[in-house]
């Protein structure tokens, strides 16, 4: 059965467009855990234009669910994982000028840059995953790297304009689950997922997370958090139940 991991950034978003205490994120990830999440995700960025240090430390206290931190693989970010000890890190690339994560790491044939600072994740015992695109180099990469997860990049998918488009990008992250699945990776699923396309990625049977939050949130706003997640909840257990029949 997967699970979903609701990103809670952009109720910190909120929060700082006015340097205001609400809406707290910590408030929104106890609504999120009644609504049904089965984890928190956080990316606490470099520029803190949103998610605090102050928030890594509540959640990580305060959670009775597990809290992954997506995270660029910098000396500051693997201090600040290592400091909190979350449940897993998912490793990203960041740019400054990005809205969002708009790639997956480019892993292959960085492996020897990216080993040192994965290893120190590892060796705390925190789980590890790379947001990748569906590749088959980047899926290889990710394996030697000793990572227990990948998440696989599905906005194509998500951003697929036509039906004959989106069911190519379909096809790329089945064949990379598959390949992940093959090599001994756990697989994850994220990027622009909502509610009417969340289904087909959560019935494929190697996910193990659907990280989503954008879509939830901005539901969150005209319906509540707890009915925004329950209902996102919904779409992935019925896809799992269809993927058991």
């Not at 892993?107 to 569906?134: C, M, W, Y």
């Not at 899926?139 to 989106?166: N, R």
């Amino acid at each position: 059965m997967p699970k979903l991991s609701l990103n809670i950034d952009h109720i910190a978003t909120l929060r700082q467009a006015r340097d205001t205490p609400y809406p707290d994120p910590i408030d929104a990830a106890v609504l999120a855990q009644l609504g049904g999440a089965d984890g928190i995700t956080i990316h606490p960025r470099e520029d803190r234009r949103h998610i605090q240090d102050r928030d890594v430390d509540l959640l990580r206290r305060m959670l009775q669910v597990p809290l992954t931190l997506e995270m660029a693989l910098t000396n500051e970010m693997v201090d600040l994982a290592l400091a909190s000890k979350p449940y897993a890190c998912t490793l990203v690339p960041e740019l400054r000028q990005e809205r969002t994560t708009e790639s997956g790491l480019q892993t292959a044939g960085r492996e020897k840059i990216l080993q040192p600072n994965i290893h120190k994740l590892l060796d705390a015992g925190i789980l590890v995953s790379i947001f990748i695109d569906a590749k088959e180099e980047e899926i290889a990469a990710a394996h030697s790297l000793g990572v227990q997860f990948v998440e696989i990049h599905t906005g194509p998918y998500s951003l697929a304009s036509t039906p004959k488009e989106e069911e190519k990008e379909f096809a790329i992250v089945v064949k990379a689950a598959e390949q992940a699945e093959n090599l001994g990776l756990k697989v994850n699923a994220g990027h622009g997922l909502h509610y009417r396309n969340s289904a087909r990625i959560a019935a494929l049977p190697q996910i193990q997370w659907l990280h989503t939050g954008h879509s939830v949130i901005s539901y969150a706003v005209l319906v509540g958090m707890e009915r925004a997640v329950r209902e996102m909840k919904t779409i992935i257990d019925r896809a799992a139940r269809g993927r058991r029949a």
